[in-house]
């Protein structure tokens, strides 16, 4: 078994301001050792789709693959500039090359609540392709969101996911919202990350999510 784990900085283990151990976590819960990270510091839904897209095109090469993907926010975007590709975000702030600050200050200034909403739908639809495709491929995955998910969704748009994303609908729902709700808090002068040890009982939660949802 391998499990493919994709996201933002929040998978990353080792990562200099905390420790994103729950990719390991889940991994060694369902019966593996050590997963394959693949992850990005302020990675948007793009990117993570990107590298999702190129596991799939490819998955032959990995022996009963499981996917373990962290969706990010909606509004992250990446921006090509000089032959490098630039993440952008409304928070965390990710300082952006000089020239391209006018910019960034107005795309941040037209980010508004209905900007946002339109770009959850968007991504709603997109993701569940992506559950499609690898139900069509009988591939396990357990998807779920960093800092937010699809709250506020009415209830006739909402899609079966068969289990495979945690809380999608719930307010607690998305790693952020669980970890404040079971009162854990984020790394001091961080609200962005927590520590090797709440990451880890993140990994673990959503591994009994995914046993018990596959019968183990």
Not at 40 to 53: C, D, F, P, T
Request: net charge negative; proline share 4%; with cysteine.
């Amino acid at each position: 078994m391998t499990v493919l784990a994709i996201g933002d900085s929040n998978i990353l283990p080792g990562m200099k301001i905390h420790k994103g151990n729950c990719s390991h976590a889940f991994s060694r819960a369902i019966g593996h050792g050590e997963a394959v990270v693949w992850g990005r510091g302020g990675a948007s839904n793009h990117w993570v789709l990107e590298h999702v897209n190129k596991a799939l095109d490819d998955i032959d090469q990995y022996d009963d693959p499981v996917f373990f993907v962290g969706w990010t926010q909606w509004e992250r975007e990446e921006w090509e500039w000089d032959g490098q590709d630039i993440s952008v975000c409304i928070g965390p702030h990710f300082p952006v090359p000089k020239d391209l600050e006018e910019r960034y200050y107005e795309w941040r200034n037209g980010m508004t609540d209905s900007a946002i909403q339109d770009m959850r739908d968007f991504w709603h639809e997109l993701i569940y392709n992506v559950h499609t495709r690898m139900t069509d491929m009988e591939i396990p995955h357990q998807f779920w969101t960093t800092y937010d998910n699809f709250v506020g969704m009415p209830g006739d748009k909402q899609l079966d996911w068969e289990g495979t994303f945690f809380m999608p609908y719930d307010l607690n729902g998305c790693m952020r919202e669980w970890y404040l709700s079971n009162g854990i808090q984020p790394n001091e002068n961080d609200l962005w990350h927590w520590s090797e040890s709440d990451s880890t009982i993140w990994g673990e939660m959503l591994a009994t999510h995914y046993n018990e949802r596959i019968g183990k």
